[in-house]
């Protein structure tokens, strides 16, 4: 009968409901509370824990920063196990959210493609010239033919079949393109000349293809560099402490400094403007006489 009354009150409360400390728990344990009720408890507990977001606090905001703030920051592993977890950097993407994800090549601080206000913040956090054109994370092959008029019929085939990869390709921009794209910088910009190309990207990786599942628009994006000496950032602890006003950073490890390749399709060949990770395919070299000047770098 004292095991059966018992039993209905967790082993850390008294009979009216109240907390009780490790010792008044531990009394319950002696009068016959089953120790696999205590078990199951705790395995409720440590499934809340382990689902909860992961925040740390940088008392040194970066570029465009104000006070300083909570950045979520998820560690993806080596295997890959925890990619569920991206749900809640989408989440954070699409209410409005600017934050540093990985690629095949270094790390982007990104943002939603249609969020006019997470645009003109990406470009404050960044403190770019508001003239300054972005590249844009496809989800897939429908976006580039959505967001641009594509490729040239000539070098269609060829060119598809180096996507996903580590390459950037400057296409000529369709009417699909959000207007605040399409104007330097957004509706802050200085400059309101038409932007008439962009440059796309298909990343070949894991944390990407895990995200562009998710997401309901591609991402503007533009690669971390250091304010100082524009150096490639590759470590997510140094980019956290450089530009602390991002919302969130997915961790993925230490990166090489290789950069995507960049290639110019807008003419009649195309026209490497940046040599980098993509390996150089011999159509990919154009004739040109003149100083190359790669708006993307």
């Not at 039993?7 to 400390?21: E, F, H, K, T, Y």
């Not at 824990?49 to 940088?58: A, D, H, I």
């Not at 939603?112 to 972005?134: F, G, Q, T, V």
């Not at 995507?260 to 159509?283: N, Q």
Request: net charge positive; glycine share 8%.
């Amino acid at each position: 009968m004292t095991h059966c009354h018992l039993s209905l009150a967790p082993p850390w409360q008294d009979w009216n409901g109240r907390a009780l400390g490790r010792s008044g728990a531990a009394g319950f344990q002696l009068f016959g509370v089953e120790r696999r009720k205590k078990n199951r408890f705790a395995g409720r507990i440590e499934a809340v824990v382990k689902r909860s977001p992961k925040r740390l606090k940088y008392d040194t905001p970066g570029p465009g920063a104000g006070k300083s703030k909570e950045i979520f920051h998820l560690e993806i592993d080596q295997f890959g196990s925890n990619l569920w977890k991206l749900d809640q950097v989408v989440s954070l993407l699409q209410d409005g959210g600017v934050g540093v994800v990985p690629t095949d090549t270094i790390y982007a601080i990104v943002c939603d493609l249609h969020n006019r206000a997470a645009i003109e913040r990406l470009y404050r956090i960044k403190d770019m010239d508001a003239k300054k054109p972005l590249s844009i994370l496809c989800r897939s092959f429908q976006d580039i033919d959505k967001y641009t008029t594509g490729f040239p019929t000539s070098f269609f085939r060829v060119a598809r079949q180096c996507l996903p990869g580590p390459y950037t390709f400057i296409l000529p921009a369709s009417k699909d393109m959000p207007k605040q794209c399409t104007r330097f910088g957004g509706s802050v910009a200085a400059s309101y000349a038409p932007r008439k190309s962009v440059g796309v990207r298909i990343p070949d990786d894991a944390v990407w293809r895990e995200m562009a599942g998710q997401l309901e628009h591609p991402l503007l994006c533009t690669s971390v560099r250091r304010p100082a000496d524009d150096e490639w950032m590759l470590d997510p602890a140094i980019i956290a402490d450089t530009y602390g006003s991002v919302d969130f950073i997915v961790d993925g490890g230490t990166r090489v400094a290789n950069p995507s390749t960049v290639v110019d399709m807008t003419g009649t060949m195309p026209v490497v403007l940046r040599r980098g990770k993509g390996v150089l395919e011999d159509w990919m070299v154009g004739d040109t006489d003149s100083e190359i000047v790669n708006p993307y770098s």
